[in-house]
């Protein structure tokens, strides 16, 4: 079965500061992993995907991640960060079949002045 | 523009009540989805449809129901039966059904029970 764990569920940079957010998969088959971010009381909008194409997936809004099998991890960064990037962000694996999304707890991200 | 549309955007119920929440898509996509979002516990999967005049049940299903009479549109009825039904909920859809397709997310219904 198809799981997703978030190590931290707040994180607080500075801006212009590193961003990483840490996410850790299990998963039976190749999985298919994507980070989503969510501003208060709205939707969730597609970060970044991995597909196995290439192990660093580049996004939008600056964030990257990099999928390592070794350590079954697909952590989040970005090289500075912004005040908007102020923002929840979920990791999630695809399920074995259906096609569902399978989500971890979620990370919210805070930027300092 | 192209995308998914929820209605409304705040949603009080009667303790008893059964409430629809709308969720609509003109992005042509095949599958759509529900999920329930509570805090600090991530998105949680109540049902899905991978074609019209199907849907299967997620991991929360129970006190809820859906039906998919058109491509465009995935309405959920939470009933009566759910218990704890205050939460924010999300509709989402992708171009296919199967593995590995991006959804896209819909801006949510905040469904609150006085």
């Known amino acids: 079965a198809q799981s997703v764990t978030q190590l931290g569920s707040h994180v607080s940079v500075s801006e212009g500061a590193l961003v990483l957010l840490r996410c850790n998969y299990s998963s039976s088959v190749p999985p298919y992993l994507f980070w989503y971010v969510q501003y208060p009381n709205q939707g969730l909008q597609l970060l970044l995907k991995?597909?196995?194409?290439?192990?660093l997936v580049k996004g939008i809004n600056g964030f990257e991640a990099e999928f390592k099998k070794s350590e079954t991890s697909f952590h989040l960064t970005k090289p500075s960060a912004h005040m908007s990037d102020a923002a929840e962000y979920f990791c999630a694996v695809s399920g074995a079949s259906q096609g569902n999304l399978i989500f971890g707890k979620g990370t919210k991200l805070s930027v300092k002045p | 523009d192209g995308g998914i549309t929820q209605s409304p955007k705040y949603l009080f119920r009667k303790e008893g009540q059964n409430v629809t929440l709308s969720c609509e898509q003109n992005l042509n996509h095949d599958a759509m989805y529900w999920y329930r979002q509570d805090p600090g516990q991530g998105l949680r999967l109540i049902y899905y449809s991978q074609i019209v005049n199907d849907f299967q049940k997620g991991d929360i299903a129970e006190g809820y129901s859906v039906s998919r009479e058109k491509k465009e549109s995935f309405p959920l009825t939470v009933t009566s039966a759910q218990k704890n039904p205050t939460a924010f909920y999300l509709c989402?859809?992708?171009?296919?059904?199967?593995?590995?397709?991006?959804?896209?997310f819909g801006p949510g219904t905040r469904l609150t029970v006085l």
């Open positions: 991995y597909t196995s194409a290439a192990t």
């Open positions: 989402a859809s992708s171009r296919l059904a199967g593995v590995g397709n991006e959804q896209f």
